[in-house]
Every structure is written in C-alpha cells, then in structure tokens.
C-alpha cells in the first residue's frame, strides 16, 4: 500500500510541476546558446544554456505554445501538451533579405530608422516603466595563465581554484530573487536564493543592482556613461547602416542596423541594434564594448546581448535575457566571464505604493545559502552546463576538506615554521582555524624606513594580534609598533587595541597611547617617502614634527541608516623637537630649514613649549540618501552620490598646563559629486570653521591646510591645495576653504585631434581659502589625467597657477593614480 501511495505521489508530483525541458539546435543538430524560450502570451521565459538545454516550470495549462527566438534565426512558436519529455526545437536561419527602400534625398534608410527609434524613446521606455518580476542571475568568471607570484607576492592555486596549468574558474555564484522596479532608479530586490561555488557559508553578489542596462536612457554606466545608439546624441557619435530586415513569429517587421563609432576613443559601442518598425521598440541589442572607450584597460571587450519578447495581447516588448561575456587581462594573466540575467513573470503597474521602496533596495533571506539541490533543481531558469555542475561539486568538496580543522592546521604546521632568519625578517603565526593570527615585523622594516631631519634616518618594527569572528561578523586586533630613530638616538612606542562589534551598524571602540613624532597637521599631508627623496635629494625638508606623549579611547556607531557619530577623548603631553642632522645624499650648499614653521633660519626657537592638555572631540557624518542592502551577516551600505554628504565636528581643548591651551573649535563641511552623462563629472567640497576663546592656543591645534611645496602630488582628494605652504596660513581663528575638481572624461580630449590618440582625460581645478585677516588665496589648475603607456595609465600631469591679491606663482605637478 505505501508504495502504491508513494506512487502516486510522484506521479501527481511530476503532472503538478509540469516542467518543460528540452534543446534548441540548429538543423544541423549544433546546440543554440542563450535562446530565448517563453510561453506566449505571458511574461515567463528562461533561456537555454551554453549546450543549448533548457528548462521551464509551468503549472497553469496543459497545453501552450513555447516561443523560441535568438538572434540571426526565425523566431519559432512551438505548441506543446503536458507534460512531456525532452523535446528537441529546431531553428531555421533567418534568409534576410533587405526589403525594397525607397531613398529620398539620398538618405541613409537606417538614420530616419534611427531617428523614428530616438523619438519614441520616452514612449517606449514609459510603457514599461513599474513592474514586478521574478530575476535570476548567473556569474561565472575564469582565469588562465596565473602565475605563482605577481611581484614577488605569492598568489598559490587561489584556494584549490587552479589546475597545474593557473586555469580554473576562481568565482561562480547565481541568485534567484523578486524584484520591484521604477525607472528611472528605484529598486526593491529581495533575494530568495543565493548560492556560491566554494563557500556553503557565503552569500552571492549577484543582484538586480546595476544591471539595469537601459538603453532608452541617453548613456548606460559602465566605468563611465556610455553613449546609447538611440540616445538624443546619437548622431554626433555613431554611424549606422540597414543590413537586414525579416519578419517575426507575429508579422513584426524588424530590422537590424549595424552601429560603428565615428570617433575610436569616445565612450561608445559598436555592434548591432534590432528596432521593430512602426512601435520603433528595440528588438535586441548585440553591442560590443573595448576596454578602452570605457576608460577600463584591463577589459579587452565586452559582449552585452538583450533580448525582447513580445506578447501579442499588450502590444508590449519587454526585455527577458540579458547577457554580457567579456575579456581581461595583464602581466600575461587573461581572464574571461559570463553574466546571465533572466526576467520573467512580469507584473505592470500602474503605481506602486508609497512604501514599497525604501532606502533598503536589497535584502536576503537568512536562509537563502541553505537551499537544497532539488530547489535549484525546479527554480533554475537556466539549466547548469556541465563545467558548472562539476565546478560545484569539486569547489564544495574542496571547502568541506580545506574549512576543515585538520587541514587548516596542517597548513598552518607548514607555513608556521620558525627559523632564526625570521628574527630579522618577520614572522607570522597562524590560527586559521580560529581566524586568528599573530605577526612579528622583524628588526629590518624596509617598508617603514624614511628620514628626517629631527630622526634622521628611522625604521619601525612591532607585534601584532587579529582575530575575526565570521559568525558574529566581529574582528579585534592589537598591536604595538617601536620607532628608532638613528639622529636623535629615540625609541618611540606605540600600543593601539581596536574592536568591531559587528558589520550591522559598524560599532567600535579603540584604545591608543604612546608616544610618537607627530606632524603639527594631524592629516599630515607630506608622506615619510615624498619627505625622505626631498629632504635628501633636494635638502627641502618641509615635514615638521614634533613630540606627542599621548593615550585616548575613540568609539563610533552608525546611530541609523545614513547618520555615523564618533567621539574621542585624549590626554596629549606635547614637547618641542629640533632638527639633528644636516645628512644629505646630494652635496649642496643650502642649509636645512629650522623645525620651526615660523622661524625656518632659527635653529635655536622652538616652534611650542612643553605642555598638555586633554582634548574631547564628537562627529557626526550624514550620508543623504544612502541606499544599502541587508544581508544575514550585515549592512553593506551603498553611497551612489546623488545626495551630498554633510560632516560636523565639535572639539574642545581643556585642563591644559595652562588656562591659555583651553579652546573650542566647531567645523562644518559639504562635499558632493554630479555626473554631467557623457560631459564629465564634477566634485567639489567646501569646508567651513571658527575657533573660540584660542587667542594663545598651541600651534599644534591650529587649523592647518593641506598644501604642497613639492612637484609631486599623490594625495588626490578634495582637501589639499597644489602649490600653498604647509603651515603659512594655519589660524587659529576662523576660515573657508573650497575645493572644485573637473575630469571630462574624454569629453573634450577625444575631440582634440592628436590629444586623442593618447586616450587621456582633460582635469581642471579651483581652490580658495578664505581667512578673516588676509586676502583669499587661490589656484586655478588644467591637466591630463590617465597618461601613461598600455593598460596602465597612472600617472597625472597639472599645470597651477596661484593667486593672493594678484599672480603668485605657478608650477607644474606630477602624480600617481591607482
């Protein structure tokens, strides 16, 4: 009786489900990739998978006709009765003949396509512009050639990753979500499934995010605005011609319009675009994207294919499959990759209610990494590959064997090995297990040795403790660094304790103290390495430091969605320091510069007394605006820039050995980022502040302002000037000061003949400073970003011309940009 019973449940089981599986080839029996495949007259569909399969779950009806439909065939309706076994549809290649066109005024037939498309744009994209749907996404990404070590850093086989050879598929992950969708931006994505080759404890990037390729919008976002081939623009950047023409399944006449850029370095594509005549819909795009239109010379080329059904009784065309194969490399490394994106199920509304979008676009269920095989099994769209099938089963039984505590401590045998040449260069000891780690710098620190002319030449070693908790997301390290100088024959340590509580709302606490040589700018914007060339090459010894015997506690939080505080209190004891060598590398007789700002000819003046003070400060950071995604183990905040950002501090100086050291400083500062589409982007910021009661403070808690003295400036961000003296207008009492940045983004180089050739960006820049006892100081500044040879375009060149009542002085500045 239970078998009878077991019988029939699996019989009612298989009829209730009603899966549609099956292939799609050619006539000569070739398997077709990334078909479309969907039942008319709806919004569900799937996709069929690099072999050609796929499978389709369906419950409604027992009969119904299956559309099948992929670029360079004849869309096919295929009638089926449920259920069935695999069946077999056969495509037959389009016989594209392009239709009788009548040119008037010797017309390009495909522009007045294009223009038809270009101005029912707005129609077309409104038609479809509120839905609900179900989303499915597929990464794959493969590398090949990957050697042991990249500059002498060892990489291994990237966790079992790679065969022999350095090939293998190092990432593979799909999601299955609902998703809720309004154009331009809002989105509402609650991820159901999630499952990544390798990690049973992981959680799939794979969302909805940024995969809205709207081609009815004028540029799609990849590394920088792309310019669509139906964009308003489009003319001054594309040219087109009609190469096919054919009817579809429905009698829609389509055609297919070739697209080829009229410039090599703009941000364009190139490729085709179907457009269905009389709606203008787009049909399909198959366009490709070079690595460097998009200002990414690490891609090779890009591959993005969108594919649009069509449902007879809407009238609506609306994209069901989304795909985007792409090409990298360098250093002779190449990688490749495979993004799958299906819609299906679509729900159009005509509003969503108030509440349905939030600051929250993404969330995942908690137990969305512990589905089982049979619901992949029955809610996989696109049926695995055999290569992803078999790269899943080998990459979770690699995480059972090496998540193990067996191996991990058998690794951790291995590489914990102590020798006595570690005394000198460095040791690490490894819990992995407990995620545990405690490392020991050695006696000769290469990285940390620099030179000034208070240490002279000074290096640094020290212990350190981490450990992480991944089940509770919190991470605690301890350390404690020596600092020797040879000059001034000092050892300088320091001890710091940091504890993150979880990855919620980021709450820390850390604990520091000891003493150190300090910049007077506590943003201290001259680098040990930019000091050390200049000091030794040139005898410009423009870092100023000077002793701070110190303990403090800080603590922060994100208080809710968007608003971080933060607040330190800190005992200082600070003491003056002078200079201890006139060592230089190259002979010259110009005499180093005092450790006094004030007094650069002064050897014998100290720059502060020695004295303490205890110093409160609180903060507070409000991010408008941002969006984020809840996941089991966390927030990942997101900050997409379209709001700005509003940071206030209050700091107050007390119980100093004086009644003079006593201050309170307030600051405000506003920074945003606009993207101007395919013009550029802008950035700016404006920071204001005042002191009270500071009329004898120390010049250790002045407001000092990020200058440079060099010709060389790594530090790009929105708070430092090019050409003004470090500590020339440091004040103590009130100040603004504004800082304007401009790359084109090849805008206005692509179009300048010969600059064009070198693929770089046109950079320009303001900067003032505003203080009650002066007049503002000013630079204005234009250069060439992205300079360089290959895919690797670091370097930076600006040319700055300052002004304070009239012309100052200018330079030319030099940098580096990762």
């Known amino acids: 009786m239970n078998k009878i019973y077991i019988f029939f449940l699996l019989l009612f089981s298989v009829c209730t489900s009603a899966q549609i599986k099956g292939k799609v080839t050619d006539k000569e029996g070739k398997p077709i990739a990334f078909a479309s495949v969907s039942i008319e007259k709806t919004y569900l569909g799937t996709s069929t998978n690099e072999n050609g399969l796929f499978e389709l779950n369906y419950t409604k009806e027992k009969q119904v006709v299956l559309v099948v439909k992929t670029l360079g065939y004849k869309t096919k309706r295929e009638q089926v009765v449920l259920p069935i076994a695999a069946l077999t549809i056969v495509l037959e290649e389009e016989n594209n003949v392009i239709e009788e066109v009548i040119v008037q005024n010797k017309e390009n037939p495909a522009n007045a396509i294009i223009k038809n498309a270009i101005a029912a744009r707005k129609s077309n994209t409104y038609k479809t512009d509120k839905f609900e749907a179900n989303f499915y996404s597929r990464g794959l990404f493969r590398v090949k050639n990957m050697p042991k070590k990249i500059l002498g850093i060892e990489v291994g086989d990237l966790e079992g990753n790679l065969d022999s050879t350095g090939t293998g598929i190092i990432y593979q992950s799909e999601t299955v979500s609902k998703i809720s969708f309004e154009k ?26 940024d995969t809205d390729y709207d081609f009815y919008q004028n540029t799609i976002s990849f590394n920088v605005p792309m310019i669509s081939p139906i964009a308003s623009n489009a003319f001054a950047y594309y040219k087109f011609k009609l190469v096919d023409t054919f009817y579809d399944a429905y009698g829609n006449f389509v055609t297919k319009i070739q697209v080829t850029p009229k410039r090599d370095k703009e941000p364009v594509f190139e490729g085709f675009v179907y457009v269905v005549e009389d709606s203008w819909a787009l049909y399909a795009i198959d366009l490709d994207i070079k690595g460097y239109r998009s200002q990414n010379e690490f891609l090779e080329t890009l591959k993005l294919v969108q594919n649009y059904n069509f449902n007879p009784e809407t009238k609506l065309w609306v994209k069901n499959l989304q795909s985007f194969d792409f090409q990298a490399g360098f250093f002779g490394i190449k990688f490749n990759g495979k993004f799958t994106h299906v819609f299906s199920d679509y729900v159009f509304k005509e509003a969503f ?105 000074h290096i640094s070693s020290g212990f350190y403790f981490s450990k992480y908790n991944e089940e509770k997301q919190k991470t605690t390290r301890i350390g404690t660094d020596f600092e020797y100088g040879f000059s001034d024959l000092r050892l300088r340590p320091t001890a710091y304790f940091y504890h993150k509580f979880n990855n919620t709302n980021d709450l820390y606490i850390r604990l520091a103290g000891g003493n150190k040589a300090a910049q007077f700018n506590r943003e201290e914007p001259i680098g040990g390495m930019v000091n050390t060339v200049s000091t030794l090459f040139f005898k410009n010894n423009f870092m100023k430091v000077y002793e701070k015997e110190f303990a403090e506690i800080s603590a922060g939080r994100e208080v809710i969605n968007g608003i971080f505080l933060n607040a330190k209190f800190a005992y200082e004891n600070r003491k003056p320091l002078f200079n201890t060598t006139d060592y230089t590398l190259i002979k010259s007789s110009d005499a180093y510069s005092s450790n006094n700002p004030f007094l650069p000819n002064n050897d014998d003046v100290a720059a502060i007394s020695k004295h303490h003070l205890l110093k409160f400060n609180v903060g507070a950071r409000f991010v408008f605006g941002q969006k984020y995604i809840t996941r089991p183990d966390g927030k990942l905040n997101i900050n997409d820039g379209k709001f700005p950002v509003l940071q206030l ?24 980022a606009t993207n101007l589409s395919n013009k550029g982007e802008i950035t700016s910021s404006i920071k204001g502040g005042k002191f009270f009661n500071a009329s004898a403070i120390s010049f250790v808690d002045y407001k000092h302002f990020n200058g440079n003295q060099t010709h060389v400036k790594l530090d790009g961000s929105l708070s430092s000037f090019n050409l003004l003296p470090y500590y020339s207008h440091s004040t103590n009492n009130q100040f603004v000061e504004t800082h304007v940045l401009y790359n084109d983004n090849g805008f206005i180089s692509n179009k300048i003949p010969l600059i064009n050739k070198l693929a770089v960006n046109i950079v320009g820049g303001f900067h003032q400073l505003n203080l009650s006892n002066s007049k503002p100081y000013q630079e204005v500044s234009v250069g060439l970003d992205r300079l360089g040879f290959g895919k690797f375009k670091l370097f930076r060149v600006e040319y700055v011309r300052s002004y304070q009542g009239g012309f100052r002085g200018d330079g030319v500045l030099f940098g580096l940009r990762f």
């Open 649 to 672: 501090n209050y700091e107050k100086g007390f119980s100093g050995s004086s009644k003079n050291y006593a201050f309170d400083y307030v600051e405000a500062k506003v920074s945003y």
């Open 353 to 457: 209610d108030k509440k349905t979008f939030s600051r929250e676009v993404v969330t995942i269920a908690a137990n969305a990494n512990k589905k089982e095989a049979t619901f992949w099994d029955s809610n996989r769209p696109v049926p695995l590959t055999e290569e992803e099938s078999s790269n899943y089963i080998k990459k979770d039984s690699v995480f059972k064997v090496r998540s193990s505590k067996v191996y991990l401590d058998s690794i951790d045998a291995k590489t914990n090995k102590f020798k006595l040449l570690k005394l000198i260069t460095g040791y690490t000891y490894k819990n992995s297990f407990k995620k545990s780690s405690f490392t020991y710098q050695g006696l000769f620190n290469l990285a940390s040795l620099n030179f000034n002319t208070v240490q002279g030449y």
């Open 184 to 209: 331009p931006n809002n989105l509402k994505e609650e991820i159901i499934a999630s499952k990544v080759a390798g990690d049973n404890n992981g959680f799939s990037f794979n969302t909805a995010l």
